[in-house]
């Protein structure tokens, strides 16, 4: 297994140290030809403005809707969640038109109105998930083929999936548990994920 970040803006470090922390090779990505013979790909948390651009900078698009076609998995957290989006509720920044969801940027005010919030996730287990939202975005519309797998409790969707593509409004890599990691690795093709199985907790990057 070798699991690509998207490594040109944001937090893609402590994706990698996740996923190295439960045993997957991890490669960040800069440029097109470093998604070459990856098992998937994480487009992390950031500024979804600048990833917009420097991912046109650096030709990225065209290759990882690519490989989303080639029923590899991508997973989008946050700003990368804006990016996999049909469509968002402005004109910039410009998202790629993977994934059949409508995205709102910012849903839940500035900076000093990122909040924690213990989350049941279909396909996770009984135990509730502690999801970190930082200058959140949201779901405000999900397609007939898009799976919701959280919610908040105003029903406003927050981790959704649509066949090999996931999406998280929050940043799962922050926090002392590998069990979306885990989750995608096995949509990528990695080992079935066993929601009963004992927890690998990783440690906290920062
Ligand atoms: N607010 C950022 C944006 O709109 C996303 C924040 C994040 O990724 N934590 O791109």
Not at 29 to 54: A, C, M, N, Q, Y
Not at 84 to 101: C, S
Not at 164 to 181: G, K, Q, V, Y
């Amino acid at each position: 297994m070798n699991i690509g970040v998207l490594a040109v803006q944001g937090d893609f470090a402590e994706h990698c140290h996740v996923l190295r922390s439960v045993g997957v090779a991890a490669t960040e990505v800069r440029l097109p030809k470093h998604l070459e013979g990856l098992d998937g790909l994480i487009i992390p948390g950031g500024e979804s403005t600048t990833l917009s651009r420097l991912m046109s900078l650096y030709d990225l698009r065209d290759p990882v809707a690519d490989m989303v076609a080639r029923g590899k998995a991508v997973w989008g957290t946050c700003a990368g969640m804006i990016m996999l989006a049909n469509e968002i509720t402005e004109e910039d920044p410009v998202p790629m038109r993977l994934m059949d969801v409508g995205v709102q940027r910012n849903a839940f005010g500035r900076q000093v109105d990122s909040f924690e919030q213990d989350l049941l996730i279909r396909g996770l287990g009984n135990r509730e998930y502690h999801a970190i939202f930082i200058r959140a975005p949201v779901i405000i519309r999900v397609g007939a083929e898009v799976e919701v797998l959280a919610a908040l409790a105003d029903g406003r969707p927050v981790a959704v999936q649509q066949g090999n593509m996931m999406a998280t409004s929050f940043h799962p890599e922050l926090t002392a548990d590998a069990r979306i990691h885990r989750y995608f690795v096995s949509l990528a093709g990695g080992p079935a994920y066993d929601p009963d199985a004992p927890l690998i907790d990783t440690p906290r990057v920062r």
